[in-house]
């Protein structure tokens, strides 16, 4: 991994002039603008519903989580630095941590996973609406997805059960009827070989 | 090797950051990575370039509309958090600093007090207070901590004087054991605020006292003999009060 700062190279898919709006909308946040508040909510808050969905699958507690995270930023705005990373994936940050600690908090973890169809497209035919679909495209030039294609596929499906639907190694090992110890060497070798590709 | 020269090795902290990040660190563990990025910039570091490599992820992650209600519960924990009576309150902290440390001190805790029930809805609420003094037992500092949202507001009621190469540190300081662990770095401000994690706010919650010293650029990870202003952690709930 480099010592660079994250923010040297966007992700592709957030222009610079959203970013700058963003960084404009957290900067009149420290300063306790309500207003820019709201905008910054109407420029983000689905998205951010939408990936705190995909980790809790649970439409209460993914507001719960939204509302918390917004709360967060309202009081931390003025710890934003943009060379340490970019608006949104700061602000996806504050979310996902947050939503890993609800995860934990529930009891019904592993009742919801059973019912968690959306995940078993990992491991077979995915239907064209499924993010899967956009993320494991062939002529993707999101260069991620494109060291996520070069993986083993056990390795690439643990890294996503994980990080995008919250799964900790547990759950996967339960999931894929495999030893904890297996799940945790498919995340340490999958994880070192995205690293690799994506030039750290 | 020692566990803090242990976590200095860059293949165990790349490896650490990666499933802190990806959220394979659970539990106890979590906690501990948290602990440590506190005071390990290339800690920090590393989990933020795991933070925006893995971004892309969401790209095709759809929208969701949230709630209506979702935007309006947010504001009303904002507005009531600005509780202009607060904001009254800590204005008058500015005269009140003249008095004894002892009657600064009785006032704040009853000020919030009053206040606390009948002007806050719950989730606003301060949850502690600490008037932190300096050597000469003048009021220095007030810090106040609100569970919700887990915020931290330290008011700097005099600055103390710091050389370019040195920063305020934080600390809190165990009722159970005497163990002094860091909160963080803080800005020479009037005011600052800053939200906590989950294992902060435990040690918000198991502390007697909280203190601030000078260290050098950076921060410590023992404070050092200059304490700058230290004070006694009073838990605030409803009508009663009682240490940490």
Same mark, same amino acid.
């Given at each position: ?39 910054? &909510? ?122 995008? &639907? ?35 | %090797? ?30 501990? %990575? ?19 490599? +893995? ?30 009576? *607060? ?20 006032? +704040?805790? *009853? ?84 939200? +906590? ?34 004070? *006694? ?12």
């Amino acid at each position: 991994m480099t010592n660079g700062d994250p923010a040297d190279n966007p992700p592709a898919e957030q222009s610079a002039e959203e970013a700058d709006r963003l960084e404009q909308l957290l900067a009149r946040i420290a300063l306790r603008d309500q207003a820019a508040l709201q905008q910054l &909510y109407g420029l983000v808050a689905a998205k951010l519903n939408g990936i705190a969905m995909k980790l809790l699958n649970d439409a209460d507690q993914s507001n719960d989580v939204l509302q918390e995270t917004f709360l967060q930023i309202w009081h931390k705005a003025g710890e934003y630095r943009r060379h340490q990373g970019e608006p949104m994936t700061w602000m996806t940050s504050l979310l996902r941590y947050r939503a890993l600690d609800k995860l934990r908090s529930d009891k019904r973890e592993q009742k919801r996973r059973d019912q968690y169809g959306e995940v078993q497209e990992l491991f077979g035919e995915t239907s064209a609406e499924s993010p899967i679909a956009g993320m494991l495209q062939k002529d993707t030039d999101i260069k991620l997805n494109q060291c996520l294609q070069t993986l083993d596929t056990l390795n690439r499906n643990a890294i996503l059960m994980a990080y995008y &639907y919250g799964y900790s190694r547990e759950d996967i090992a339960i999931h894929v009827e495999q030893p904890i110890n297996t799940v945790k060497s498919w995340l340490k070798r999958g994880l070192t070989r995205l690293a690799q590709c994506l030039g750290h | %090797m020692s566990g803090s020269l242990r976590y200095q090795n860059p293949e165990l902290q790349d490896r650490l950051a990666s499933n802190y990040v990806a959220g394979t660190l659970r539990g106890p563990a979590r906690r501990r %990575m948290e602990t440590l990025m506190l005071d390990d910039s290339g800690l920090r570091n590393r989990v933020r370039q795991w933070e925006h490599k +893995l971004q892309s992820l969401h790209h095709y992650t759809p929208e969701l509309s949230p709630k209506k209600s979702t935007l309006n519960n947010i504001l009303s924990a904002i507005n009531g958090a600005a509780d202009p009576m *607060l904001e009254n309150l800590k204005k008058k902290l500015g005269f009140y600093r003249w008095f004894s440390g002892l009657a600064l001190t009785c006032a +704040l805790v *009853l000020a919030v007090l009053v206040w606390a029930p009948v002007g806050q809805p719950p989730s606003a609420a301060i949850n502690y207070v600490a008037v932190m003094k300096d050597s000469n037992a003048q009021p220095t500092m007030v810090v106040t901590l609100t569970q919700t949202g887990r915020v931290l507001a330290l008011d700097m009621l005099a600055k103390p004087k710091l050389q370019n190469d040195q920063n305020l540190q934080l600390w809190a300081i165990s009722k159970v054991d005497g163990s002094i662990t860091s909160l963080g770095v803080i800005d020479v401000e009037k005011r600052i605020e800053k939200s +906590l994690t989950k294992p902060q706010w435990g040690l918000i919650k198991d502390a007697e006292y909280l203190m601030v010293s000078v260290e050098a650029a950076g921060g410590a990870s023992m404070p050092s003999n200059r304490i700058v202003s230290k004070g *006694l952690c009073v838990k605030v709930e409803g009508w009663k009060t009682e240490t940490g």
